[in-house]
């Protein structure tokens, strides 16, 4: 197993999608490059399917970038983890620069639980991860997975709450459900005006 970051020279714009594991960033991403590349990485049923940064460039001229998952892993152990976020947090620094937009997948059935229980020990990783994004000045919105998952009325609240906790107004949060295709396609032209 290879960690090994892409190398410089590659000066493509890019757009990102970084978050916990197992909220289906992979799943978005291959909805994002359908009809232009067949095979994105591996979508899982456990978390830390995706393990590499693996950048693909699309006909446009840039780069989407579906990351490894931020957070704890439980067939791989915490060591990894650490040196997952550590890659991440590494990849955007050196490519602040370039990155156009940020999309921080969380799935929105485990974003409540998720933030209770982290929130009296430690900053949760998602929150965490907009600080380090405000910080190098990389645009983000988030994007709400597995709306499938919850009644609507607990969807409106839990969008509400992740409103407040990532300290986005509402307008960032983009609801999707990649299994059922719900949202997609907002999030798809999004990404299409940036590069026209
Ligand atoms: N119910 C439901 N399941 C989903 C949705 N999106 C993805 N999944 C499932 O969630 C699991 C994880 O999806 P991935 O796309 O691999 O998630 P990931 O964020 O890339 O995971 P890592 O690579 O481990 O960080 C898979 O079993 C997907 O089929 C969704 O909108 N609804
Ligand atoms: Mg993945």
Do not use: C
């Not at 446009?60 to 983890?81: H, W």
């Amino acid at each position: 197993m290879s960690h090994k970051t892409p190398q410089g020279g590659d000066s493509l714009p890019k757009i990102v999608l970084v978050g916990n594991s197992n909220v289906g960033k992979s799943s978005i991403t291959t909805y994002l490059l359908k009809g232009v590349h067949s095979y994105v990485g591996k979508i899982g049923k456990h978390p830390g399917t995706t393990l590499k940064i693996r950048p693909l460039v699309m006909p446009q001229n840039y780069e989407i970038v579906d990351m490894p998952g931020l957070g704890y892993m439980a067939s791989k152990g915490r060591g990894l983890t650490k040196h997952v976020w550590d890659i991440i947090i590494h990849y955007l620094e050196q490519n602040a620069k370039l990155v156009r937009m940020a999309f921080i997948v969380v799935s929105i059935e485990n974003f409540r639980r998720n933030v209770e229980k982290w929130e009296v020990v430690q900053i949760p990783i998602d929150m965490e991860m907009t600080e380090f994004l405000r910080e190098l000045g990389i645009p983000f919105k988030i994007i709400a997975n597995k709306i499938d998952k919850i009644p609507l009325l607990a969807v409106k609240d839990n969008l509400a709450m992740i409103a407040e906790k990532m300290q986005v107004p509402p307008s960032d949060i983009f609801p999707v459900s990649a299994k059922l295709g719900k949202g997609l396609k907002e999030v798809k032209d999004f990404v299409g005006s940036f590069f026209k």
